[in-house]
């Protein structure tokens, strides 16, 4: 017990990699293992989000997370210490009992995350297992589709593009590491054809490593550029397309209308758009196809377009908010952020609710990102067979990246890339 006991827990404030502070949690055990972990945090967030606590104030612009870290030094640590950091389950219902609101709004949901996920660690350390096989048990072994977001707009980029995610997904790779290969090559390719096409501020890159083409409206602009470039390398029988919408930021609630290219239309209209965008492009994914609160549309779109339905901020990794939604079939797959509910138990909570559902697990990072990596390792921990962690540029990306090349290394033999089950990995 002795190598497991939390003798210290510490947090200070760091940088995400938009240069945003958040919060970074230290664990030590008795052993002298140590957990580190980073909290990521999100800028196109959901309405149902627990709460990340920033300081207000002048210092960073009122983006400080102080008093986050202050709820971690002198509320939680005093709470963890002597407790076995292999109880996750029991240090996270602490954690939220000691906020003690629905949305973690009293210690904030960033000082939680932060703890929970370095408690994982701490515990992983002290167990000498990988952070993958201490989350998931010895039957793991599925690498991931990478859902590679090539091209963006919306909240997260300085273009013109409605749709904030434009992403290839290599589902005819045999491996992980062939599968980021391919990406990567394509990822180049369309860096070259964008430049020519819409000139060469378009190689600016967005929040999670898309390119930016200048005066690029239509999303199927997006796809068929992504296409030609996917088709220039003879990769068309490797790849299919996604998007993640994020609707909800295109929704006026007022006037009940989505705005799509400056055009004001209906959900019904906006519903046939994805109809003729599904009949015309190899399209096996779409994420927030509709407003947050459209439980009914998602259910409707599951049945009609036959593809991969994600729930971002739809679900926002709640278990309130998922059972919801199987309840009337809104969606096929959750999209999974730990800090959008808190704790790691949580969030695993809501991964198994899913899977027992019949319904895909995708592992999502935030647009603000750190170069920690339990995000890969959550990833493989939960067999979930696809994550979503950006383009394969910017160091916060390609960490997560080159964190699930090691595991698959670490795996030999035994390492199963999902490929085209990325929604039911077998
Ligand atoms: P966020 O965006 O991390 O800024 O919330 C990512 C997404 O919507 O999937
Ligand atoms: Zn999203």
């Given at each position: 017990m002795e190598r497991f006991e939390i003798k210290e827990v510490k947090a200070r404030e760091i940088l995400d990699c938009r240069g945003e502070p958040t919060v970074e949690v230290e664990v030590w055990t008795k052993g002298d293992f140590l957990g580190r972990a980073d909290v990521p945090s999100g800028r196109s967030t959901g309405k149902h989000e627990a709460l990340e606590l920033r300081d207000g104030e002048d210092r960073y612009r009122g983006k400080g997370v102080l008093k986050a870290v202050q709820n971690v030094n002198k509320i939680i640590a005093p709470a963890l210490t002597?407790?076995?950091?292999?109880k996750q389950r029991e240090i996270d219902e602490l954690m939220i009992e000691l906020d003690g609101t629905e949305n973690k709004s009293k210690l904030g949901a960033n000082s939680i995350v932060g703890v929970s996920l370095a408690v994982a660690k701490a515990a992983a350390k002290a167990s000498s297992i990988p952070l993958y096989q201490s989350i998931g048990g010895p039957h793991v072994h599925i690498l991931p589709v990478p859902f590679l977001n090539l091209i963006n707009g919306g909240?997260?980029?300085?273009?013109?593009?409605?749709?904030q995610e434009h992403i290839v997904m290599p589902?005819?790779?045999?491996t992980f590491s062939e599968a980021l290969r391919i990406g990567t090559e394509v990822y180049y390719e369309l860096g070259k054809m964008l430049a020519d096409?819409?000139?060469?501020?378009?190689?600016?890159?967005?929040d999670e490593g898309g390119y930016t083409p200048s005066g690029m409206k239509d999303p199927r602009e997006a796809f068929d550029a992504e296409l030609k470039a996917i088709e220039e390398l003879g990769y068309e029988d490797e790849f299919v397309l996604g998007l993640d919408v994020a609707a909800s930021h295109l929704y006026n609630q007022e006037k009940k209308r989505y705005v799509l290219m400056g055009k004001e239309i209906t959900r019904e209209h906006f519903m046939d758009f994805y109809e003729d965008l599904v009949s015309t492009y190899p399209v096996q994914s779409i994420e927030d196809p509709l407003e947050e609160e459209d439980f009914k549309g998602f259910a409707e779109l599951t049945r009609t377009l036959g593809i991969q339905i994600v729930g971002d901020d739809l679900f926002v990794t709640n278990v309130k908010r998922l059972n919801e939604g199987i309840k009337i079939g809104a969606a096929n797959a959750l999209l999974l952020k730990v800090n959008q509910i808190g704790t790691l138990s949580e969030a695993l909570d809501a991964a198994q609710l899913a899977f027992r559902n019949n319904y895909g697990v995708q592992v999502s990072e935030r647009?603000?990102?750190?170069?920690?990596?339990?995000l890969a390792d959550v990833t493989v921990g939960l067999n979930a067979g696809q994550i979503k962690t950006?383009?394969?540029?910017r160091s916060e990306r390609t960490a997560q990246y080159n964190q699930l090349l090691r595991i698959e290394e670490e795996l030999g033999s035994t390492a199963k890339y999902a490929g085209k089950n990325f929604r039911k990995p077998k």
């Open positions: 002597g407790r076995d950091a292999t909240k997260l980029a300085a273009t013109e593009l409605d749709f589902v005819g790779a045999k096409r819409w000139g060469r501020h378009s190689l600016n890159v967005a647009s603000g990102q750190t170069e920690d990596t339990w950006g383009a394969p540029c």
